[in-house]
Structures are given as C-alpha cells and as structure tokens.
C-alpha cells in the first residue's frame, strides 16, 4: 500500500486509530497519512492523522495494523480519523459497522482523556507549588485562568479553595464506554446527516444567527438554531466531553463522577448514564438506551482498561518537532498570548 507522508507541527496532544482484520479489497487505496510525534505525560509516540476515501481504504487500514475490537487491549494505536468516509453510511446496519464505528472514535476519545489528564497533572503541580508559597510565573498564572474560563469557574481557583475543587471536578474524564454509546446513539452509528455533513457525533447545536452550521430538516418557521460543523470528529468529542464537563444540565453526572472517585473506584459509564435524564426529553428513557448499547455492545469489557499504544519513534521519517504547549492546544489558543 502507498501511503504518502509529511511533516505536521503538533503543538500538543492528539488522537489514535482504528483496525479491522480479515476486510480485503482490491479497489484503488486513496488513503492518505501524514505523521507527526508528539509528547504527552513525559512519553513521546507517533501519530497519525489519517483521511479516508472511501470504507474500503479504512479497511484496508485496520487491517495492516491489526487493530480489531478483539486486539483493543494490547493497545490502541495512536491515529485520527478525521471524518468518516462518505460512503460509510452505505454499510448495512449491524455488527460490523457497529465495530469500526467503535474503533474509529475509541482512540480519539483516549486522545481526549489523556489532554484532561495532562493538564489536570499541570494544574496540580501549579497548586501544589502555590500552596508552599513558591512563585508562580506569568506562565503559570495565565494556564489557571485560562483553566478556571475553560471550565467555567468564575473565581480564582489560586485563592478560592472552593473554586479549586470546582475546577478539578470540570476538569476530568469520561468513560469510553459512556461516550462510545452517546455517539452511537445521537450520530446513528456515523450515518446520520450531521455527522456525515459536519462531523456533529452529538447533535450539539448552535443558536446566533450568523453561525456555521446545517440546518435541521425539521426546524419550525422563526427557529434559527442549527447543527454544529466541527473541523474533524476529534474536535466533536472534544466539545461533547467538555459540554458534559461545565454545564449546568449534567452537575448530578459530575457529582456521581465525583462520589465514585473519593471512593477510589472507576468510574463507569454504566454508573454515570445516570446523570444524563436532562441531555434529551425522553430523561430517563434515553438513559434506559444508552446503558441498553453499552450493555448490549459489552463496551466495558473492551474499553475500561484500554490504552494508548507507547510506541518507540522511528528516526528514519525527519519530523519537525516543538516543545508540547499542551494548554494552548486543549483551551483554544485564543485563550492564551502567544508568549
């Protein structure tokens, strides 16, 4: 397979990948790869962002990294999908669509977690070296308050223990298992009109009248409110997670989150499909679904303990490589000076 390569400027953290053996065709492989490395959590590991044609150069993918939804727990590898193919939709409904739909956005959801990780772990060394009375630099005093506007806490976190607490809950992850039946559930496993137009996997929508967006089939006369375009899907998950994170709708989520966390259990996303009754007007009916896919999918057997691949970086494929910045890539670097 020809697989053409190029340099990226990763400038923090970013996703992961699929695989599904046994899916052979001789149809024109049209896929393209760019490589890049980048750091997260003192660990350096390729990434691949990847663009695919058509479903066929998506199996043909899986299938030459052996990533199959049997394979998940000897690592994920590290590659974005950045939208599905367009003739994704044209797969029948059932198992196997089922399976690459899961495995395409499981690595990117990994992705995800590990940027809140990695700055979660910032953070509290910030706090950490605050609270014995070290100075804090310019640096490090902006990253909290870019912190406290991404999440939506209002005081200063340095000096309000309340607000501190506040953040860290805001500021954590979601089970795969929990995201991975949400997408299924709002995209109809990727085939549904938003996700194929404009990578909304949730359905989340936007409200002013001079946003991007695709407008509902169904919007009554006087609405203006219409589906959210994202760039890729990764920037999709990212804005489902951080949507579950802050807002006020999903607080009984964030407090179950919490409560299974001080008692030092995982976090499942079996336990926390309970604080979804306000993501749709059906309440506990959706919540009845979602736990319904996890269950029937076994997604906690395959996700809970799933992990980024830690591969070693070839030196043979020159990569242009700068120092992670991994606040400007997870707040928006419209949030921090270029400083």
């Not at 006369?221 to 997670?241: C, M, N, Q, W």
């Not at 407090?255 to 008692?263: F, G, K, N, T, V």
């Not at 303990?305 to 400007?328: F, G, N, T």
Request: with cysteine; aromatic share 8%.
């Amino acid at each position: 397979m020809q697989i053409s390569y190029k340099v990226l400027v990763i400038f923090a953290l970013l996703p992961l990948l699929l695989g599904l053996s046994g899916c052979q065709n001789n149809q024109k492989n049209t896929l393209s790869v760019d490589s890049a490395t980048y750091t997260a959590l003192d660990s350096q590991r390729r990434l691949e962002v990847i663009s695919p044609q058509s479903r066929h150069d998506l199996y043909r993918y899986f299938s030459e990294i052996n990533y199959t939804w049997n394979t998940v727990m000897q690592g994920v590898p590290a590659v974005i999908v950045e939208k599905f193919p367009d003739d994704f939709y044209e797969l029948t409904a059932g198992s196997e669509r089922t399976k690459i739909f899961f495995l395409t956005l499981l690595p990117m959801i990994l992705l995800v977690n590990e940027e809140i990780d990695s700055e979660r772990t910032a953070l509290l060394e910030i706090f950490s070296r605050h609270d014995r009375n070290e100075s804090l630099n310019a640096r490090e005093i902006e990253q909290i308050a870019a912190a406290a506007h991404y999440a939506k806490v209002k005081s200063d976190p340095l000096t309000d223990r309340r607000a501190r607490l506040l953040l860290l809950n805001r500021l954590n992850k979601i089970p795969p298992s929990l995201a991975l039946a949400q997408a299924a559930s709002e995209s109809a496993y990727g085939t549904s009109r938003f996700a194929r137009l404009g990578n909304n996997l949730f359905g989340e929508m936007v409200f002013t009248a001079n946003a991007e967006g695709i407008t509902p089939l169904n919007r009554q006369e006087g609405e203006k409110h219409r589906a959210r375009v994202f760039p890729t899907l990764i920037d999709s998950l990212r804005a489902y997670i951080h949507n579950l994170n802050t807002h006020p709708a999903y607080q009984e989520l964030r407090q179950i989150r919490a409560e299974i966390l001080m008692r030092g259990e995982d976090v499942r996303g079996m336990e926390l499909a309970k604080g979804l009754q306000l993501y749709s007007t059906r309440k506990e009916a959706y919540v009845d679904d979602i736990r319904a896919i996890i269950r029937a999918n076994n997604l906690p057997k395959h996700t809970a303990k799933a992990s980024l691949r830690r591969e070693e970086i070839s030196s043979v494929l020159p990569v242009e490589y700068l120092p992670p910045q991994a606040s400007r890539q997870f707040y928006g670097r419209d949030l921090l000076s270029q400083n």
